[in-house]
């Protein structure tokens, strides 16, 4: 079955950074659009960063442009969020997650959770002094 498995979260200082992890198995990985969610206590999950299934387009939530950055690898089956400058108000889980795309949807991205088809367990993150 298909498979989304995080890793490189952790506790870090403010002002620190960390690189997120995501590596998929059970589908064709270059044929997914791929995301990064996080859901901090007591708030809804939301969106943080997508990059669609060919690379040519990104987005970023308003909260972390300009100090996240988000790849992919497809020979690898691994989609990267490096996070820098990093804030308490980043702490939170942090989910991968793979939305299907059809034919032409090399460039769909799209931060909303209802487009995404399979969902990892979650790595937490969190900056505090």
């Known amino acids: 079955q298909s498979l989304l498995v995080e890793s490189g979260g952790g506790l870090v200082q403010p002002g620190g950074s960390l690189r997120l992890s995501c590596t998929a198995s059970?589908?064709?990985?270059?044929?997914?659009?791929m995301g990064w969610f996080r859901q901090a206590p007591g708030k809804e999950r939301e969106g943080v960063s997508c990059?669609?299934?060919?690379?040519?387009?990104?987005n970023y939530a308003d909260s972390v442009e300009g100090r996240f950055t988000i790849s992919r690898d497809n020979a690898k089956n691994t989609v990267y969020l490096q996070m820098d400058s990093l804030k308490p108000e980043d702490t939170a889980v942090y989910y991968c997650?793979?939305?299907?795309?059809?034919?032409?949807?090399?460039?769909?991205?799209?931060?909303?959770?209802?487009?995404?088809?399979?969902w990892g367990q979650g790595t937490q993150v969190t900056v505090s002094s």
């Open positions: 059970g589908f064709t990985f270059k044929t997914y659009l």
């Open positions: 997650a793979a939305a299907r795309v059809g034919y032409g949807g090399g460039w769909f991205s799209s931060l909303d959770i209802e487009e995404y088809d399979y």
């Open positions: 990059i669609s299934s060919s690379g040519a387009s990104v």
